[in-house]
């Protein structure tokens, strides 16, 4: 038996013993993603880790994701195979900043992107994902204006879709907002009958350009149920792997093959393997934060 094999067969008998479940992350490594349970994009994997019945839930994708999973699970195991898995733009934004914008905006919703850490999910009104952020501004009857958390272009995305004025903060995902129109261009000169499907954490000036704006999942199921054979695919790399597993008569093309997010490819096999045996990296949020930032995503899981 080859070594990947045996590390399979262990997962899958430790899987098991310890009543687990298996989550990835679309951009995880495709290997991660085929012996995974459940895959899909944050918003997914949220609601997933919601309504697992698992006692141990081994969340393969970035630490906000798997703290999101211990807040909504605080009497479940969730462990982060690789514990160094982080995200640069959680990294952006301070509880302290959080306080300082309520100043500044007294009673103004504050809507966070779930990339985000459990202590300025506390500080929010309502947290969001790339899947539904232009609900959860919606979701604002009343209010003139919202502030949204992190990510700048995901900021300006929403206020494409709504008459309130959106104030932002001016954090980035490092590998969307890298891509320049430029890049799209000469991709598509390279693949004139590829339709171009973007995150909305990607630039303005690239969402333009785009024919599509989805979250991860959504692209997958824009590209199962197209009618184009081609695509140019405008976000993290991992994604290819379901897209072309999935559509094996279509071609996908990365828009550029530098959109690599190094946090999503840390964890192995072997790292799945260990966390099974050990029960760790555990991760924990403690109690009077998580029930703040419970608040948060339990509001935007009711929208
Ligand atoms: P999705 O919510 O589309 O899965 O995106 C998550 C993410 O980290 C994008 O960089
Ligand atoms: Fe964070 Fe960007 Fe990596 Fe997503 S792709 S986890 S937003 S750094």
Same mark, same amino acid.
């Given at each position: 038996?080859?070594?990947?094999?045996?590390?399979?067969?262990?997962?899958?008998?430790?899987?098991?013993?310890?009543?687990?479940?298996?989550?990835?992350?679309?951009?995880?490594?495709?290997?991660?993603?085929?012996?995974?349970?459940?895959?899909?994009?944050?918003?997914?994997?949220?609601?997933?880790?919601?309504?697992?019945?698992?006692?141990?839930?081994?969340?393969?994708?970035?630490?906000?994701?798997?703290?999101?999973?211990?807040?909504?699970?605080?009497?479940?195991?969730?462990?982060?195979?690789?514990?160094?898995?982080?995200?640069?733009?959680?990294?952006?934004?301070?509880?302290?900043?959080?306080?300082?914008?309520?100043?500044? =905006?007294?009673?103004?919703?504050?809507?966070?992107?779930?990339?985000?850490?459990?202590?300025?999910?506390?500080?929010?009104?309502?947290?969001?994902?790339?899947?539904?952020?232009?609900?959860?501004?919606?979701?604002?009857?009343?209010?003139?204006?919202?502030?949204?958390?992190?990510?700048?272009?995901?900021?300006?995305?929403?206020?494409?879709?709504?008459?309130?004025?959106?104030?932002?903060?001016?954090?980035?995902?490092?590998?969307?907002?890298?891509?320049?129109?430029?890049?799209?261009?000469?991709?598509?000169?390279? =693949?004139?009958?590829?339709?171009?499907?973007?995150?909305?954490?990607?630039?303005?000036?690239?969402?333009?350009?785009?024919?599509?704006?989805?979250?991860?999942?959504?692209?997958?199921?824009?590209?199962?149920?197209?009618?184009?054979?081609?695509?140019?695919?405008?976000?993290?790399?991992?994604?290819?792997?379901?897209?072309?597993?999935?559509? +094996?008569?279509?071609?996908?093309?990365?828009?550029? +093959?530098?959109?690599?997010?190094?946090?999503?490819?840390?964890?192995?096999?072997?790292?799945?393997?260990?966390?099974?045996?050990?029960?760790?990296?555990?991760?924990?949020?403690?109690?009077?934060?998580?029930?703040?930032?419970?608040?948060?995503?339990?509001?935007?899981?009711?929208?």
């Amino acid at each position: 038996m080859s070594s990947t094999n045996r590390l399979i067969a262990d997962i899958a008998k430790l899987r098991k013993e310890k009543k687990a479940v298996i989550l990835a992350h679309n951009y995880q490594p495709g290997i991660i993603q085929d012996i995974a349970d459940l895959t899909g994009d944050s918003l997914e994997l949220s609601r997933r880790a919601r309504d697992t019945d698992a006692h141990v839930i081994v969340f393969c994708g970035v630490h906000f994701m798997a703290e999101t999973a211990a807040i909504l699970n605080p009497d479940k195991v969730v462990v982060l195979p690789s514990p160094t898995a982080g995200c640069a733009m959680a990294d952006m934004i301070t509880a302290q900043d959080m306080r300082r914008i309520r100043e500044e =905006h007294p009673g103004m919703p504050i809507v966070t992107y779930v990339n985000s850490t459990a202590e300025v999910k506390a500080e929010s009104t309502v947290c969001c994902t790339s899947a539904n952020v232009n609900r959860v501004v919606a979701s604002f009857k009343e209010e003139k204006a919202v502030y949204l958390v992190p990510d700048q272009n995901l900021a300006l995305y929403a206020a494409r879709h709504t008459d309130k004025k959106v104030y932002y903060w001016n954090g980035y995902c490092p590998v969307h907002h890298r891509l320049t129109a430029e890049a799209v261009r000469r991709a598509r000169e390279s =693949h004139p009958d590829a339709v171009f499907v973007a995150h909305p954490e990607c630039r303005p000036e690239v969402l333009d350009l785009a024919d599509v704006i989805t979250s991860t999942s959504g692209m997958l199921r824009f590209a199962k149920e197209s009618t184009h054979r081609a695509f140019l695919i405008g976000t993290e790399t991992g994604i290819l792997h379901p897209l072309r597993r999935d559509n +094996p008569d279509k071609a996908f093309y990365p828009v550029s +093959p530098q959109m690599v997010c190094s946090d999503m490819k840390k964890i192995t096999l072997a790292d799945i393997v260990r966390s099974l045996e050990t029960l760790t990296p555990r991760v924990q949020v403690p109690e009077a934060i998580r029930l703040k930032a419970l608040q948060a995503v339990e509001r935007m899981l009711q929208i």
